[in-house]
């Protein structure tokens, strides 16, 4: 199973920007497709970004789309989640997840996840 490991959270002011990185390892990721979720407090899980095997296909939901960019260097097993104009509401805990078939955007789905990284967005 791959192991995956979230960083690049911090604290920001609304308007700023962060990019959470991916590593992998004990696996190749060229296998698997790959997913950013978040959680903030008192609230599930939610879908945030997806990415196919190849990086040709990409999903936001649409609370993020036009500000935030899933990519991955396969070369590197890694992903990464560029975030721009983050507001408040962006404030979470980022997870990074991995599956072996087609890309979805349900967390349910994946099952490789990465132990977390705060995000903080303040006003």
């Known amino acids: 199973q791959v192991q995956l490991v979230e960083s690049g959270g911090g604290l920001v002011q609304a308007g700023g920007s962060l990019r959470l990185s991916c590593a992998a390892s004990?696996?190749?990721?060229?296998?698997?497709?790959m997913g950013w979720f978040r959680q903030a407090p008192g609230k599930e899980r939610e879908f945030v970004a997806a990415?196919?095997?190849?990086?040709?296909?990409?999903y936001y939901a649409d609370s993020v789309k036009g500000r935030f960019t899933i990519s991955r260097d396969n070369a590197k097993n890694t992903v990464y989640l560029q975030m721009n104009s983050l507001k408040p509401e962006d404030t979470a805990v980022y997870y990074c997840?991995?599956?072996?078939?087609?890309?979805?955007?349900?967390?349910?789905?994946?099952?490789?996840w990465g132990q977390g990284t705060q995000v903080t967005v303040s006003s």
């Open positions: 990415i196919n095997w190849s990086g040709a296909n990409t």
């Open positions: 997840a991995a599956r072996t078939l087609r890309v979805t955007t349900n967390p349910a789905d994946f099952g490789s």
């Open positions: 004990g696996r190749t990721l060229r296998n698997y497709a």
